[in-house]
């Protein structure tokens, strides 16, 4: 059974830093585009970042790009997401996705349905 699982949320004050992890089981992503979402309440699920099996290749959304960072491990079959400079707008719940197909500049990057797998998520809150 495919799980992924993510960690590393938390309360943080503005300006702060957080580091998320998304531990993966069941399946080898290491050939796989790995992405993390996010979710505010009352909001749609929006992309944030995503990388490719490599690491070499990565995209990010405009809020979060130049302050999020995204990463992964393919022997420890983890991604993380590095995030400074944290805003109060950064706070919702954040998902870790895996999507089965190579990475591509494309839309499909940003789009919730070309993903197969995903975590329960993790609360992130920024306090102003």
């Known amino acids: 059974q495919v799980q992924l699982v993510e960690s590393g949320g938390g309360l943080v004050q503005a300006g702060g830093s957080l580091r998320l992890s998304c531990a993966a089981s069941?399946?080898?992503?290491?050939?796989?585009?790995m992405g993390w979402f996010r979710q505010a309440p009352g909001k749609e699920r929006e992309f944030v970042a995503a990388?490719?099996?490599?690491?070499?290749?990565?995209y990010y959304a405009d809020s979060v790009k130049g302050r999020f960072t995204i990463s992964r491990d393919n022997p420890k079959n983890t991604v993380y997401l590095q995030m400074d400079s944290l805003k109060p707008e950064d706070t919702a719940v954040y998902y870790c996705a895996a999507m089965l197909r190579p990475f591509s500049y494309s839309g499909r990057l940003t789009n919730t349905r070309q993903y197969e797998y995903w975590g329960q998520g993790t609360q992130v809150t920024v306090s102003s």
């Open positions: 069941g399946r080898t992503f290491s050939s796989d585009t």
């Open positions: 990388i490719s099996w490599s690491g070499g290749s990565t």
